[in-house]
């Protein structure tokens, strides 16, 4: 029977990476794709506070300009329209980069079931892309690889040795196959050319510049409380996610950038929350007056996902510090002064 877990294999150094006794890492410039989104904005404002240029490229499939427009008259800032699945580069005579995260990717399952080609296609071709540009200017590279690649799992909770249970023609596969193949090609990148790759598993992570309609549970929920109409919860509301702020994940995601881990490495927070409680929470948070509305479940929907994190402990220092109702309280209050479409 072969077995569903590799008894060993822990996260390798990267083959590129520099001796164990180097100082950590700063960088001069990163290019981060996908950067006009959630997640991506996030760590762009976040590596020009600690004066690093930064280069955004993002084709605005599921991004929006107004995630970067607080950035947009920053000296050290700048952004590219481009689609990453076609050959992209830094603009003319700027600084060549020594760290790309690539965080390009449609997320929410609403917005890669839209666009399930596009979806295979940034995590294939547009992985391939920035990995070439990364090999070119000898860049470290730090992809965002997601908990989805655990699938529906058979482990609780999921630690990074674990293979994971995936349909590969389900619904879901189009986001979780597309992730699996870029870890692939990024390890096998790291092997054959010495590529200095790291990769991070992200678990849910919710926070300001979500969409209200991008169809993820805290979006949704803090949408649907501050208008007063009732909270849709998928299911019997049992189903469990753990929720990471999104000032943890982005300071996990830099510590992996500053260490010399290949990885895969999860970046979540292990504390779990039923749907129900955390619609509930949402409605004591916001002083809403509405209830809740059971409605059937997506196909594919995991059952259960919590980030083991043991090796994030140990070897980034790294762990979650934004309880959920610090962190849910900061969503809501941007939710309160902004659009929420
Ligand atoms: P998002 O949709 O807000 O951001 C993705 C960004 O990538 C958008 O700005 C989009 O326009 C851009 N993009 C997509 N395809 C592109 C392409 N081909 N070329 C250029 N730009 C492209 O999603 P997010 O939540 O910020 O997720 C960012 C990354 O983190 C994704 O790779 C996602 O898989 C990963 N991730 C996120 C979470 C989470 O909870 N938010 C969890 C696991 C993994």
Same mark, same amino acid.
């Given at each position: 029977? %072969? ?13 590129? *990476?520099?001796?164990?006794? *180097? ?5 001069? +410039?990163?290019?981060?794709? #996908?950067?006009?989104? @959630? ?17 955004? %490229?993002? &084709? ?9 427009? +607080? ?19 830094? *603009? ?8 790309? /995260? !690539? @965080? ?13 080609? +596009?979806? /295979? ?16 200017? =000898? ?34 596969? %189009?986001? &979780? ?15 054959? &050319? ?9 678990? !849910? $992570? ?29 299911? &019997?509301?049992?189903? $469990? ?24 490495? !999860?970046? =979540? ?29 997506? #196909?594919?929907?995991?059952? %259960? ?16 510090? $934004?309880?959920?109702?610090? =962190? ?9 002064? +902004?659009? $929420?479409?």
């Amino acid at each position: 029977e %072969v077995p569903a877990s590799s008894p060993v294999d822990p996260p390798a150094v990267s083959p590129a *990476a520099r001796t164990s006794e *180097a100082a950590p890492r700063s960088f001069r +410039h990163a290019l981060v794709t #996908g950067g006009a989104g @959630f997640v991506g904005s996030h760590l762009c404002t976040a590596l020009l506070a600690e004066g690093c240029e930064v280069t955004c %490229v993002d &084709d605005f499939c599921t991004g929006r300009r107004q995630n970067v427009a +607080h950035l947009a008259s920053h000296p050290g800032f700048t952004l590219i329209e481009a689609d990453i699945c076609r050959p992209f580069d830094i *603009a003319p005579g700027a600084r060549p980069p020594d760290l790309v /995260l !690539n @965080f390009a990717s449609p997320a929410s399952p609403a917005d890669y079931l839209r666009s399930p080609l +596009h979806t /295979l296609h940034t995590g294939s071709s547009g992985t391939w892309q920035a990995l070439q540009l990364a090999h070119r200017y =000898g860049a470290r590279l730090v992809h965002a690889s997601t908990s989805e690649a655990y699938g529906d799992p058979q482990e609780h909770p999921q630690s990074e040795r674990y293979w994971g249970h995936v349909n590969p023609v389900g619904p879901r596969s %189009v986001y &979780d196959e597309a992730k699996r193949y870029s870890e692939a090609l990024a390890t096998a990148r790291a092997r054959v &050319d010495g590529t200095d790759v790291g990769i991070v598993r992200l678990f !849910n $992570t919710y926070g300001p510049r979500m969409r209200g309609y991008d169809g993820r549970a805290v979006p949704t929920f803090i949408r649907q409380a501050l208008a007063g109409e009732p909270l849709t919860v998928t299911g &019997d509301g049992r189903q $469990t996610r753990s929720l990471a702020y999104v000032d943890d994940t982005v300071r996990g995601i830099l510590a992996m950038a500053r260490s010399e881990l290949l990885g895969p490495v !999860n970046i =979540g927070n292990p504390t779990e929350i039923t749907m129900q409680q955390l619609a509930e929470l949402i409605i004591e948070l916001t002083g809403s007056r509405s209830g809740l509305r059971f409605i059937e479940r997506p #196909g594919d929907d995991p059952a %259960v996902r919590c980030p083991d994190i043991t090796l994030a402990r140990g070897k980034l220092q790294w762990e979650p510090q $934004t309880g959920p109702e610090e =962190g849910l309280a900061r969503t809501i209050e941007w939710f309160r002064r +902004h659009a $929420t479409g």
